[in-house]
């Protein structure tokens, strides 16, 4: 089957969105680093913080971890984004 960049079969599967609560960055809390805005790991839940941090730590996620779909933890947005097919989803 061709591959289709308008499909993402990672973000169709997802049923049941995960968002945390914490308002926090993780890793930046280990590190005591700041950041922008969050986002939140649909696989593990990992709350994390966005490209436009210094330490873009939701990227770094899926480089190491492989987990392809963050969801936006701010509050009034509601999308999805697929790493490894580069595609939103408004939820």
């Excluded at 839940?45 to 490209?51: E, F, K, S, T, V």
């Excluded at 190491?64 to 939103?88: D, F, Q």
């Amino acid at each position: 089957m061709a591959h289709n960049p308008k499909y993402c079969l990672d973000l169709k599967e997802i049923t049941s969105i995960k968002i945390s609560d914490t308002g926090v960055c993780e890793e930046c809390v280990k590190t005591g680093s700041n950041w922008v805005h969050l986002r939140t790991c649909q696989t593990c839940g990992a709350n994390l913080c966005c490209d436009n941090s210094p330490n873009r730590h939701a990227t770094r996620h899926f480089l190491t971890s492989k987990h392809p779909v963050i969801a936006s933890a701010e509050n009034g947005e509601r999308w999805m984004w697929c790493y490894e097919h580069r595609l939103m989803r408004e939820y």
